[in-house]
T-cell receptor, first 115, second 119 residues
Framework: AQSVTQLGSHVSVSEGALVLLRCNYSSSVPPYLFWYVQYPNQGLQLLLKYTTGATLVKGINGFEAEFKKSETSFHLTKPSAHMSDAAEYFCAVSDIKAAGNKLTFGGGTRVLVKP | NAGVMQNPRHLVRRRGQEARLRCSPMKGHSHVYWYRQLPEEGLKFMVYLQKENIIDESGMPKERFSAEFPKEGPSILRIQQVVRGDSAAYFC?????????????????FGPGTRLTVL
């Protein structure tokens, strides 16, 4: 079965500092990978996704992620944190054996941005 | 284009009652997914439906839970005889008909969720 591990359930960064959220996955074939953001009491919003092609993927709100097959990682970064980035972030992978696009999510990383 | 709609946003039930959660996908979307988020956990897949068909229900508990997506109207997630452990946020997501595209690349658009509290 596929799995997603997010290191660090909570991350605290200063405004203007680098945001780095770690995601590692397990998959026996090339995966499709997603990062979603969840603001308090809201649904999930897609930040970016990797399917094929360029391994550095740019998303909304200045976020980007790099697919590294050798490390089975898909870490999310943003060069300069903004107060509005405070939210919970989820990494997800498509289930290769399922019909449609059944997603397996990591446990989430809650980001706190300090002024 | 309105987003995915879910109602109610908050639902309180006593143990043994039934809970009905509704999801209206985005216009033009014929694929619906339901996920459950327990407190302090990530989302867990429950069921995937297309119009009038359950495609994958591998994440649904074997008893008390059912889902449907009729030809007309919203998708319904039904929980019979709720227990305290059913307290969670239930999210619905929809995606468009993919045609020739690889469905595993499709973006899922999530609703705001229904927060179920069982007393």
């Amino acid at each position: 079965a596929q799995s997603v591990t997010q290191l660090g359930s909570h991350v605290s960064v200063s405004e203007g500092a680098l945001v780095l959220l770690r995601c590692n996955y397990s998959s026996s074939v090339p995966p499709y990978l997603f990062w979603y953001v969840q603001y308090p009491n809201q649904g999930l919003q897609l930040l970016l996704k990797y399917t094929t092609g360029a391994t550095l993927v740019k998303g909304i709100n200045g976020f980007e992620a790099e697919f590294k097959k050798s490390e089975t990682s898909f870490h999310l970064t943003k060069p300069s944190a903004h107060m509005s980035d405070a939210a919970e972030y989820f990494c997800a992978v498509s289930d290769i054996k399922a019909a449609g696009n059944k997603l397996t999510f990591g446990g989430g990383t809650r980001v706190l941005v300090k002024p | 284009n309105a987003g995915v709609m879910q109602n109610p946003r908050h639902l309180v039930r006593r143990r043994g009652q039934e809970a009905r959660l509704r999801c209206s996908p985005m216009k033009g979307h014929s694929h619906v997914y339901w996920y459950r988020q327990l407190p302090e956990e990530g989302l867990k897949f429950m069921v995937y439906l297309q119009k009038e068909n359950i495609i994958d229900e591998s994440g649904m508990p074997k008893e008390r839970f059912s889902a449907e997506f009729p030809k007309e109207g919203p998708s319904i997630l039904r929980i019979q005889q709720v227990v305290r452990g059913d307290s969670a946020a239930y999210f619905c997501a929809s995606s468009p008909t993919t045609g020739l595209a690889e469905p595993r690349t499709d973006t899922q658009y999530f609703g705001p969720g229904t927060r179920l509290t069982v007393l």
